[in-house]
């Protein structure tokens, strides 16, 4: 489940209002990255993977993923040949993690930092 594409960050605030009706009554967007098609929001409660498929993109799957049902994660930065970062995610009871792939128009390092604020907490 990789993302490709040039990643960058999209304002939470827009996020939020963009997003209102995936969120939960009183539920907050504290960051959020595009990548060409796809989303990743990360809230006070969970982290959401919105994965557009398809040709048109008229097709949207909307992951949610607690943050207590993360057991562990890794990040990968980029590389002198490689310059995609990748975030990989352990979900409980899949060995399987989810991958994202981030190109160098993202800080890999703020999003493990976010991702540390919110699973460790």
């Known amino acids: 489940m990789a993302l490709f594409g040039n990643a960058h960050t999209i304002d939470p605030a827009a996020a939020q209002q ?3 009706r995936l969120l939960g009554h009183g ?3 504290h960051a959020a990255y595009l990548l ?8 006070d409660r969970r ?5 557009k498929q ?3 993109g008229k097709k949207v799957e909307y992951h949610s993923i607690p ?17 995609d970062a990748e975030l ?11 991958q994202k792939t981030f ?19």
């Open 18 to 20: 963009d997003y209102a």
């Open 27 to 29: 539920e907050q967007v």
């Open 36 to 43: 060409i098609r796809d989303t990743m929001l990360f809230t």
């Open 47 to 51: 982290l959401i993977l919105i994965d």
């Open 54 to 56: 398809g040709i048109t």
């Open 67 to 83: 943050y207590k049902s993360i057991t562990h994660f890794a990040v990968e930065t980029a590389g002198t040949f490689d310059l």
């Open 88 to 98: 990989k995610i352990w979900i409980s009871s899949n060995p399987t993690p989810v």
């Open 103 to 121: 190109t160098k128009g993202v800080d890999i390092y703020e999003v493990q930092a976010i991702m540390t604020q919110f699973v460790t907490s």
